[in-house]
């Protein structure tokens, strides 16, 4: 992989101002240079699911196997995921899953491709992406999964440790929380004041599959996301 030269510029020159939809963004952000992940990844990998799920659950970045089917969660963490979410009781139809990344970063060994934490530049560069889904998104809870996802939306102080399976005032919590306050209505340019949402913050799923206890680290998931569950009204 590449090493990281000079500063990222970031994702924002890369979004239409006019973009109505996801599937706008989504298109954009294939020609996204924000940041320089693009040059060794094999291509961009944005959210999906519908724009108005329930539940936004954001991630750290692609994976490996993302990396090659341009999907978020459809590696081993994310099959664990859906498990999760399962046994936890959501419905997968009213989630839409993204990652605050959304290139894969690693390492060449040999012929593996090893996953590396993006660093905060990364987590800058992309958070533009991020801050546009939400724009377009109306979730009533929204759940940051791992460390990563943390620092993007909630600022580097956050700590999922100490704060995970509490529901938080969403965007109040947000590190910047203007960034998440309105909503665009019409193609005009009006905007409107987003909906109130709550936040819960978790382990990632990937957290799971490194742990020495993997069962207590995956109740401990399941835990998290049945508050989810049980704090969506109806």
């Known amino acids: 992989m590449a090493e990281q030269t000079g500063s990222a510029p970031g994702a924002q020159r890369f979004i239409p101002p006019d973009a109505d939809t996801i599937d706008d963004l989504r298109t954009a952000a294939g020609g996204c240079r924000g940041c320089e992940l693009y040059r060794d990844a094999s291509q961009t990998v944005f959210g999906r699911g519908d724009e108005s799920a329930r539940v936004v659950l954001v991630g750290e970045q692609p994976g490996d196997m993302e ?15 859906r498990r999760a979410v399962d046994d936890a009781g959501l419905d997968p139809g009213h989630l839409y899953l993204t990652n605050a990344v959304k290139h894969f970063r690693f ?49 580097p102080s956050f ?8 529901l938080l005032p969403w965007p109040e919590s947000a ?25 819960l913050a978790t382990i ?16 401990g998931l399941v835990a998290d996301l049945t508050v989810v569950t049980r704090a969506l009204p109806g």
Do not use: M
């Not at 905060?120 to 759940?143: D, G, M, N, S």
């Not at 990632?204 to 109740?219: N, T, W």
């Open 67 to 81: 990396d090659q089917k341009g999907l978020p969660f459809v590696g081993p963490a994310g099959r664990l995921l």
């Open 107 to 155: 390492e060449l060994r040999g012929k593996r491709r090893i996953h590396q934490t993006p660093d905060q530049a990364h987590i800058t560069a992309c958070r533009p992406w991020l801050v546009a889904e939400f724009a377009r998104l109306r979730p009533e809870i929204v759940v940051v999964l791992g460390a990563t996802a943390a620092k993007a939306l909630l600022g």
């Open 159 to 166: 700590r999922v440790t100490r704060q995970r399976g509490e």
């Open 175 to 199: 590190q910047h929380p203007a960034d998440f306050e309105q909503v665009p209505v019409d193609n005009a340019g009006k905007r409107a004041d987003a909906p109130q949402a709550r936040l």
């Open 204 to 219: 990632h799923p990937s957290a799971v599959l490194r742990a020495d206890d993997q069962d207590k680290a995956y109740e």
